[in-house]
């Protein structure tokens, strides 16, 4: 009877400690390294506590201020202050500490959160950048099309038209089947023969079994645009191999290679194309992708691994 009695008085006041403390006394004083003046107050709220708890003990519930002893204690001794206040500070360490975690590791998840929308909004952004750039020169070809009158200008404008379809409404999404990605570039390159004609000459190989396979989308298209972009200076005719391979170890190992003139054409890495791809790829794969470029005689090579 008495253990229930004495819980009843104390326990409020053990929540009503541990409140001051971690909402009062820790954001004020600890979180600005004012050390000195927490320790003092704290010394002092628990000596407020331990008059308010003996007193209401002894009024409430028993004159026996401390029956757990082996002899009879009276109040206000120095081992019951003692004894009360080492009791009082494990309490309120204990809930302290608890309350402490739990607000590191909700911290720590918001804070992740918060980073996870930052990638993905920094994605977003990095996807959205090709498409505009994509755009204003497929329709700067379309307007010289047309200037000239050329039968080729409604073709260009139904493969535009599936393009936006599959940028609008595709390509939102995270990942996408690889076979359609392969129909887009697909697209773009007979967009890019329309206006070329027989100066360019593109061949596709697929080896494995892609059915299944996803991939971010607008990954690829880049590096096929500076194939044309390079490759068809000074009326130069480009042939270019593009080849998707899926492994046994599921890796995507995508290359592409197109010829252009060394000695007046210089391949630099530069503009939106490749800064925007080896970006999304650090974001998208961390150090799990693996992205080369090397020159072997008059031909540009691009060798690019991920995982799927």
Known sequence: MYSIKSNLVEFPLHIFIVYVNVYYLIPKFILHKKYKRYILLLLLALCLLYVVR????????????????????????????IAVSLGELYVLALATAIKLTIDRVYERKRYEGLQAIQLETELEFLKIQIQPHFFFNTLNNLYALTLDKSKKAPEVVLKLSEIMEYILYEAKEPEIRLYNEIKYVQ????????????RVKVEISILGDIESSKVPPLLFLPFIENCFKHGTKDNNNLLVQISFEKTKEDLLKFSVVNNYNQFTNKIKNHGIGN????????????????????????NYIVELSIPL
């Open 54 to 81: 003996t007193g209401l003990n002894y009024l409430l519930v028993t004159e026996n201020i401390w029956p757990e002893a082996e002899t009879p204690q009276k109040a206000f001794t120095f081992n019951h202050i």
């Open 187 to 198: 697209n773009y390159i007979d967009l890019e023969k329309l206006r070329f004609g027989d």
């Open 275 to 298: 800064k925007n791809v080896e970006r999304r790829l650090e974001l998208l794969f961390g150090d799990k992708y693996e992205l080369k470029t090397s020159t072997e005689k008059q």
